[in-house]
């Protein structure tokens, strides 16, 4: 019997876990097509349709080549543009989270220093992918110490 509730246990704790590795959201990288409820500088997901509340939701796992790391709040939509120009298959974000005191935003990224501010472009979910992306920034001599980081675009509750 004490084998049977361990089998049990395990098989509900298994389902948990694809259950919870269901629920994060696929990022949508083409920056032609807008996502509902994003802002142009974020790099949007698909959210949570079930009404159930929670504090955050992360997207699936992505790799980004950081452009550029600043002092926080100090990318501008000009110049995140002109970054998305140069990739224009590929979404070039920012992080603005708890920038602006009369704007909402509750977008921000798992992997990061929040102490900083930052210009990435998505460069896919694959480490071989964003060592492309990574080549390609590099050949347009623009970002000098661009990186790879591997990380989540997260939606905070408020």
């Given at each position: 019997m004490k084998t049977f509730r361990t089998m049990i246990a395990f098989?509900?704790?298994?389902?948990?876990?694809?259950?919870?590795?269901?629920?994060?959201?696929?990022?949508?990288?083409?920056?032609?097509?807008?996502?509902?409820?994003?802002?142009?500088?974020?790099?949007?997901?698909?959210?949570?349709?079930?009404?159930?509340?929670?504090?955050e939701y992360l997207s699936e796992p992505f790799y980004a080549v950081i452009l550029k790391t600043t002092e926080p709040c100090t990318v501008t939509e000009e110049e995140r543009l002109q970054a998305q120009a140069l990739f224009p298959r590929s979404k070039v974000f920012s992080m603005r989270f708890q920038c602006d005191d009369n704007i909402e935003e509750n977008i921000t990224y798992t992997n990061v220093d929040t102490k900083f501010g930052f210009l990435a472009v998505h460069a896919g979910t694959t480490l071989e992918e964003a060592k492309k992306r990574l080549a390609e920034v590099n050949a347009t001599?623009?970002?000098?110490?661009?990186n790879i980081r591997k990380m989540q675009a997260k939606l905070v509750y408020n």
């Open positions: 098989a509900f704790l298994l389902m948990a876990a694809a259950a919870f590795a269901d629920s994060q959201g696929k990022v949508q990288p083409d920056p032609q097509k807008a996502c509902r409820g994003f802002k142009p500088h974020e790099l949007c997901f698909e959210r949570p349709r079930d009404g159930l509340a929670r504090t001599g623009r970002f000098p110490g661009a």
